[in-house]
């Protein structure tokens, strides 16, 4: 089995056309297809319903979107880990939260490795409760997650060294269309798809807390799909299957862009914080170093609010 067949697949399930997968994978459709085949072979069960017009992914696909994106991460951090090993690097480990790994975290990453120079890392991708358990384990030597600016913090400072790199707002988002029916004023009546965060999750909580009770007091909310994945809520959002809550910083070039579009005032916007938490005792020079360097930052590498360009980070316990 090829890791990049699972790539294909990805590529499939987020745009939903051949043409579009095979022109993100830069290989000619005739290719992909093949691949696609081969991914089928290996699995042992067809993968895409080709007998739908046009085609569909059958539901043991769509069911299982969170663990292939998951399984891909795996693969890679498999082989950075073994090169890493190889080489006689040390490594230093990132416990993140699925959304900022695919927003914020690549732009802090490049930002660090510049500065830190031949830098090996880690990413252990996670719930934020997953993230919070392997950093106090001692798997990770850095956390990067979200926390509620009206709540305590995740961890307290006097058990890890905290930063907070800067401001979030949870933005309602739906397609283009969708989002013109939610503001009409004639369907206030209408049924208002939701794509949900579990309940039990943080996002959950959160959207739970600020934004739904007062929606489905007013308005009639039906859940179409539940997912802590929020890079899949939003391909699925872009699709026009409803609406969801989303980091800003996750779903800006999509507005930019025109495939997503803001809910009107009536929806409200939680805000949020990103927070960096570092082990009290450094396990390696490495480690150090990057939370020398963020330390040092005196604005984010990466944009997390469509109001605000150039926020300072903020030291609330650097020691």
């Not at 830069?26 to 007998?51: C, K, Y």
């Not at 916007?269 to 009290?280: F, S």
């Amino acid at each position: 089995m090829d890791v990049k067949w699972l790539e294909d697949l990805q590529a499939l399930i987020d745009t939903g056309s051949f043409t579009k997968a095979a022109e993100r994978r830069n290989v000619t459709q005739p290719a992909f297809s093949r691949r696609i085949q081969s991914l089928e072979h290996w699995f042992g069960v067809p993968l895409v319903d080709r007998d739908q017009r046009p085609f569909g992914l059958h539901q043991h696909v769509l069911d299982n979107r969170d663990e292939i994106a998951q399984t891909i991460d795996l693969l890679y951090e498999l082989r950075s880990r073994v090169l890493a090993s190889a080489q006689g690097r040390k490594r230093v480990v990132f416990a993140t939260q699925h959304a900022l790994t695919v927003s914020v975290f690549p732009a802090l990453i490049g930002a660090i490795r510049e500065n830190v120079q031949r830098l090996s890392y880690r990413m252990r991708i996670g719930n934020k409760p997953e993230c919070v358990t392997r950093f106090v384990s001692g798997e990770a030597d850095f956390l990067v997650c979200y926390e509620a600016p009206d709540t305590t913090a995740t961890l307290p400072t006097t058990g890890a060294k905290r930063l907070e790199l800067g401001g979030e707002t949870l933005l309602p988002v739906a397609a283009p269309e969708l989002a013109g029916r939610m503001g009409a004023a004639g369907d206030q009546n209408d049924a208002v798809p939701l794509l949900a965060h579990p309940r039990d999750s943080f996002m959950g909580q959160i959207i739970e807390r600020a934004c739904l009770r007062e929606l489905v007091m007013s308005r009639n909310v039906e859940v179409v799909c539940e997912t802590a994945y929020s890079t899949g809520l939003k391909q699925l959002a872009v699709a026009g299957l409803g609406i969801a809550w989303l980091p800003y910083s996750l779903v800006a070039d999509d507005i930019a862009a025109g495939s997503l579009r803001q809910l009107a005032d009536n929806f409200a916007a939680p805000e949020l914080q990103i927070v960096m938490y570092a082990q009290l005792k450094f396990h390696t020079p490495e480690a150090r170093s990057v939370w020398e360097f963020v330390c040092s930052l005196n604005h984010l590498p990466f944009q997390t609010s469509n109001v605000d360009t150039a926020r300072p980070v903020s030291a609330v316990s650097r020691q």
